[in-house]
């Protein structure tokens, strides 16, 4: 029996997920997502071209790779339908390599509402969520009113779906939320795109998982959002709806944790956020701004300005810990090349008192982030290709990292490309 290796973002989402999975894909047999839904957008350049997955695993684009959509995701069709689309116009058509799991949940039209009215009604509290439907979908699985993937071969399905929605729309009523004029284009797109689902192999995805494992397939786990946004662990309530760590890897593809292997850890070597919460090492100033210009940190999903601050470690250490990460994996260094100094938070700093632990709740008091400051290595890292060719001053915020953390970095990224990737 082989083992499953787990990638997972450490921070709120965005690390640079999707292009290392396709970095580590031809090492693997399958590549499978285990939560979230198109919430996620991630992002791989190889050969000049630029792609953006939403549900679909980042390994597709390795030829002999099986992927799969695992039971722990929520899935738009229609969203879906148009990603598939625009894979097979890019050229990549994924007969017989993608599977779908039959217990994956689905988002229905007034989920979207949902997500809407919910933001709405919660006024200057919103979340900000990117508005695909991802919390009512998760919510309806919880209260065990979710529809499913393998639910759109049953013959009553468009019955059970019209229960559904007349639920929908009396909550949809109570938030006086408008939504008459939208909801018979959505479904109608939505009905087309189930249709197209159909083609797809649905399939149990907890046997299919484990029996790869029992034949010795290399197995990749690609986790979407990040820690920092786990429902359970996250800076709640302004977190995702699913359990995104390696914990959730179990519940969200059926497989047990004796077979979990190595737990790769992505971080940027800042922070962003996109969406409201709490951010302790924030920058609203012309560092901010540059990191983010150089960074280009811009949503992949909703094009929305991605907030940019220092690489927070109080936060960082406490994502390690949860997931029980083996190796670390450093992206967008290159995008801190241009500063004479680079700040790293050590620790925070709360009503007076320094602490090395990651709040219950970051909000209820100031944090003040208690920084390191390095010289900037001033060196433009995109063009390195080996590890020798770093830059004095890069290799002694790598090794300080390395001691502060207590997990080697493995990987260091200095470019969006396939090839700006260095192996240690
Ligand atoms: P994901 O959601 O974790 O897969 O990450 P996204 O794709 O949403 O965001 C990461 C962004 O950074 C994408 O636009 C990538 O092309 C880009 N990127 C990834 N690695 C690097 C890197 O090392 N340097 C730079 N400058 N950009 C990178
Ligand atoms: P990837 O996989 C960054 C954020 C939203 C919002 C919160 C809840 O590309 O890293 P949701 O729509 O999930 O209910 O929104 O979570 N969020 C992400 N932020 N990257 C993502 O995915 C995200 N998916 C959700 O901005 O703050
Ligand atoms: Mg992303």
Known sequence: MSRIDVLLGLQWGDEGKGKIVDCLTSNYDVVCRFQGGPNAGHTIEFDG?????RSVPSGIFQPYTLNLIGNGMVIDPVLFKQELEELNQSGYNLD???????KAHLILPTHRLLD???EAAKGDRKIGTTGKGIGPAYTDKISRNGLRVGNILDSKFEKKYAE???KHECILKSLNFEYSDQLTA?????FEAVEFLKHFQLID???FVNEQLKAGKR???EGAQGTLLDVSYGSYPYVTSSNTITGGVCTGLGVPPSVIGEVYGIFKAYC?????GPFPTELFNEIGDEICQRGQEFGSVTGRKRRCGWLDLVALRYSIMINGVTQLIMMKSDVLDTFDEVKVCVAYRIRGKETENFPFDLEAQPVVPVYETFSGWKTDLTKVTSESEFPVEFRKYILFLEKELGVPIKIVSVGPDRKQTIFR
Request: glycine share 8%; no cysteine; aromatic share 14%.
């Open 219 to 221: 197995v990749l786990v």
């Open 96 to 102: 017989g390599r993608l599977f779908i799991s039959k």
């Open 186 to 190: 959505l479904e109608s797109a939505w």
């Open 49 to 53: 071209k630029k792609y953006v997955l």
């Open 272 to 276: 962003t956020r996109v969406g409201a």
């Open 116 to 118: 809407a009215a919910y």
């Open 164 to 166: 559904r929605v007349k």
């Open 205 to 207: 995805g907890e046997y």
